[in-house]
């Protein structure tokens, strides 16, 4: 168990972590959760690779252009409720956290530095990944992107974060893995640290405007790394 905190970073700046495909391994429960409601509404042959394209986009927001693409007639609300639905089963029953990433947050809740999350998953997938990893325990504050007006590649819900946190922009920094979560973060007025998830995306201009890239994604990734940047990385 981790000790009290300390305050040995006190002008450290704020992290704002996205959720999925950051912090924790969620894509294939999503992607196997789309699978399965698309072909219950007539839409069968949804792939991994097709998956990919819309990872870092809110789930609402991928349902409403599958909905298109695929002339699905039930409205967004019956698609994004029978998804959830679906997914939360899934990562309820199994949700792998990134190993350097859970010994970055403990490393940061030991510090004392003040740490959020900024998804766009619904608050109801937030709540149930975070409690069923234990890292609800360190990540007491996190946004979704249904309580925002719009979701990345837009910053709110990043400025949200930042509100709830009571930091300023300015002086927080973002770990994403999708490029439109990186080009959020900077519309935000953040720093970013990218972890790419498909790493062969990671020459996206988002990423590399990044002022920390991972280049090889999580498996270059070490929670000593982002620390050392991080502490060196003090608001102006």
Known sequence: MLGAMSTRCPSA???VFDLDGTLVDSEPNYYEAGRR???RYGAPGFTWQHHTRFIGISTRETLTALRVEYGIEAPVDELLA???AVYLELARASTEVFPEM???VER???EGITMAVASGSSRAAIEAVLAGTGLGAYLTAYVS???VAHGKPEPDVFLEAARRLGAAPGDCVV????APGAAAAHAAG????AVPYVASTAADPAFTAAELLFRGGRSEFTAQAAYDWLVGARPS
């Open 175 to 178: 770990l994403e893995d999708a």
């Open 102 to 104: 859970r010994k970055f």
């Open 37 to 39: 409601v698309l072909a």
């Open 13 to 15: 700046p704020s992290v």
């Open 190 to 193: 953040m720093r970013c640290i």
């Open 145 to 147: 992107a249904d309580e």
């Open 108 to 110: 940061l809740h030991q």
């Open 82 to 84: 029978a998804q959830d």
